[in-house]
């Protein structure tokens, strides 16, 4: 997943905070934002800086910023390129920096004291944002821009962000009569704050669910160092002797995949899937009233409904195409699902269960078919994946393919103990970039897997380069006092997915901001950490780096079989979940509810599913009250489906790396030049063409996933 970065952006982003103590006197101190960074490749200097930074330098920044857009607004001159949208993109530099600390930081370190700060600075923020979108003379000057574009040789690259910038504007009400704008910021304050309630309630549910086991003989099944840390938890909650299990995935997942205990599987499932959807973190009424502004929202500006307001800004340009797409690959899922319920059930009724698969069964008996068809128990694989063997992994497949090697940085600074810097450099030892890591999971951090910034790239106007900091979070197994961590098959795929999308931010070369690294259509930002994720389980890079953590002993070649060979095994599931969840994403995009309707949130699911056909052993992969992606924020909204999207242009273009070799210079050469180091410089489309050399079709996915041949 890859966050938003801009800094409209950042005030819909979901905001916790992070755990630094404030400042007692601040007259004896220079606010870090506001003074800039001395530090190496301008790290932000997380160490130094405090609670009591924030607030004015957001004050400072949106003062600063208003400033360069006045001064924008006043020039005399004509206006050019360079004197309105390069000056644009140069703009706001200190809202910027703190914007990207509080925004991006947030996530992983919650705090009362933040979560004050964001109550004050995120509705700041939106407001400027929507008076800087809505200037009559900024979007004037963006118009005669617009307007005379066939008229001046711009390069491709101007070209687009002319028109963007054009799109942007009138997407953000420019168009709007003034009682228009008014109520567009009002609808854009009120959504701000319902993001932050959404992912308050959301954290605080996650965080105060647990199931305590006093009883060993109910752990049966579950891998060792799980209970372990179990067993750490507890004892650090107060409850020495006991186990205490989370719904963070590291815990949840190895109960659902291997608890023989059935009622333990059935209690974390309905925890997981009954999140923030009752008592005080109860997020239906929020949902209800997120729904009511979107739609007012769309209508506001034009649209029919939320889903086409979204989709418009995209590759897929309308919901009809979306839901075309997921329509292609929902028959083929929906058989396999059944395919894999018969599988499981035969196993069920051969040991005398007597119960029919339910959905807190999949996870473990599709464990059970695993074995049983491909005598391959995850467990076996697991020691040869210790985070840090998968973090060479990553770094040797980036090396081979496009040249880069990561040198870490001990002593740079972090904003957690668990964060690891590494200063990455081309073959020519010259600084690419700054990468972070933070892979294991806190109460204070959010749930899932992200990608994200704390300082674009681009080209200055001076010619100067400036590089990006990009930093990868996870949510990925804790290592325990005697055991690394390990990792599963789906924590290896996400750990190789981020980086993806880390990639991306970081060979970037686009010149300017605003179209630099993942700033592009949210339906093609995800095929760079797709992509990414085919090359995890290929036998040439396993050889490089999956080595048991006790022995060095490289993964066998009869292991690397079997893994490929199960490599398509429990598709079905996967698939329909996805398919389900993006299918009832776009279903709430539709909706247009009056004033006073009240949305019933767990019918509507129930009503989406029934007309999908959603098998009863499959659930939405999200549901609701914890569809952060879609209610936490604008990022995926009417979006989610854009995975699938991504998954059909990553299936073809791996398919270009199959046929030449995983490691061809000249196929990673070709992928790096058009899709990694354009950003948003050029249509997508034509981006994935000029690298493929065709337009793809759903075919590669269908074969990717062993729906046809």
Request: charged share 25%; hydrophobic share 40%; with cysteine.
């Amino acid at each position: 997943m890859k966050q938003l970065t801009s800094m409209a952006a950042v005030a819909l982003t979901s905001i916790a905070a992070m755990t630094m103590s404030s400042c007692s006197n601040k007259s004896e101190r220079v606010n870090p934002f506001i003074a800039g960074y001395e530090t190496p490749y301008e790290i932000p200097p997380f160490e130094s800086i405090t609670y009591a930074d924030y607030l004015p330098a957001f004050e400072a920044g949106i003062k600063e910023a208003q400033a360069d857009i006045d001064a924008i607004v006043a020039n005399p001159d004509t206006p050019t390129f360079e004197n309105t949208i390069v000056a644009m993109d140069q703009s706001g530099k200190i809202l910027e920096r703190v914007s990207l600390v509080f925004g991006a930081l947030s996530e992983s370190n919650s705090s009362d004291e933040m979560n004050e700060i964001a109550d004050k600075a995120m509705p700041m923020v939106s407001q400027f944002s929507d008076a800087m979108m809505m200037n009559d003379g900024l979007f004037n000057r963006v118009k005669y821009l617009y307007d005379n574009r066939d008229s001046v040789e711009y390069t491709t690259a101007q070209r687009r962000a002319i028109e963007q910038t054009y799109k942007n504007f009138t997407r953000s009400g420019a168009l709007l009569d003034s009682a228009g704008k008014a109520e567009l910021t009002r609808l854009n304050l009120q959504l701000t704050d319902l993001y932050l309630k959404f992912n308050k309630n959301l954290l605080e549910a996650t965080n105060s669910f647990e199931i305590v086991v006093d009883d060993e003989s109910q752990l049966a099944g579950i891998p060792a160092n799980v209970v372990a840390t179990a067993a750490e938890t507890a004892a650090a909650r107060g409850q020495e002797g006991k186990w205490i299990f989370t719904l963070h995935a590291p815990s949840r997942l190895p109960v659902l995949q291997f608890a023989d205990n059935r009622d333990l599987r059935r209690k974390m499932y309905r925890g997981y899937t009954s999140l923030a959807s009752s008592g005080a973190t109860d997020n239906r009424p929020v949902i209800n009233d997120i729904l009511h502004a979107r739609s007012a929202k769309a209508r506001l500006l034009g649209f029919d409904d939320f889903a086409s307001y979204c989709t418009d800004a995209v590759m897929a340009k309308t919901p009809a195409a979306a839901e075309e797409l997921i329509m292609t690959v929902w028959p083929a899922a929906r058989q396999r699902v059944t395919e894999e319920v018969a599988e499981m059930q035969a196993i069920v009724d051969g040991e005398g269960g007597g119960f029919k698969i339910e959905p807190w069964d999949y996870y473990y008996y599709a464990e059970k078919v695993r074995k049983a068809k491909y005598d391959l128990d995850e467990n076996e694989l697991r020691p040869y994946f210790a985070v840090d063997s998968v973090l060479k992994g990553i770094f040797t497949l980036a090396n081979k393919l496009y040249g880069v090697t990561f040198t870490e940085m001990p002593d740079a600074p972090k904003y957690h103990p668990d964060v690891n810097v590494y200063d990455v450099t081309d073959q020519n030892g010259e600084h690419v970039a700054v990468f972070m890591t933070d892979y294991f999971p806190r109460d204070s951090k959010r749930q899932g897997a992200w990608m994200s910034i704390f300082k674009e790239a681009y080209t200055a106007p001076d010619g100067h380069q400036e590089r990006p900091i990009v930093y990868n979070v996870g949510n990925f197994t804790s290592p325990t006092a005697d055991t690394p961590s390990l990792l599963n098959i789906d924590e290896v795929h996400t750990m190789f997915h981020e980086f993806g999308h880390g990639l991306h931010g970081m060979l970037t070369r686009a010149q300017y901001k605003n179209q630099a690294g993942t700033n592009v259509d949210r339906d093609f930002v995800e095929l760079p950490s797709q992509m990414n994720e085919h090359f995890a389980f290929e036998p040439e890079l396993l050889k490089e780096f999956a080595r048991h953590y006790q022995t060095g002993e490289l993964i066998p070649d009869e292991l690397i079989a079997k893994l490929n060979a199960a490599s398509t095994h429990n598709a079905g599931f996967d698939l329909v979940e996805r398919l389900g969840a993006s299918w009832l994403d776009l279903q709430y995009g539709h909706l247009n509810p009056a004033d006073t309707d009240t949305i019933d949130v767990n019918a509507f699911e129930a009503q989406v599913g029934e007309k999908l056909g959603m098998p009863v052993e499959v659930e939405y992969r999200y549901h609701s009250p914890y569809f952060k992606h879609i209610f936490g924020s604008n990022e995926y909204a009417s979006g989610y489906y854009t995975y699938l999207w991504a998954e059909v242009l990553d299936t073809d273009a791996f398919e270009m790396f199959k046929e030449n070799g995983i490691f061809d210079p000249a196929t990673a050469d070709a992928f790096r030049t058009n899709i990694l180091e354009m950003g948003g410089s050029d249509d997508p489309m034509i981006l994935y063409e000029r690298f493929r050399g065709h337009k793809p079709t759903p075919a590669a996915l269908m074969r990717h996933y062993g729906l046809t041949k």
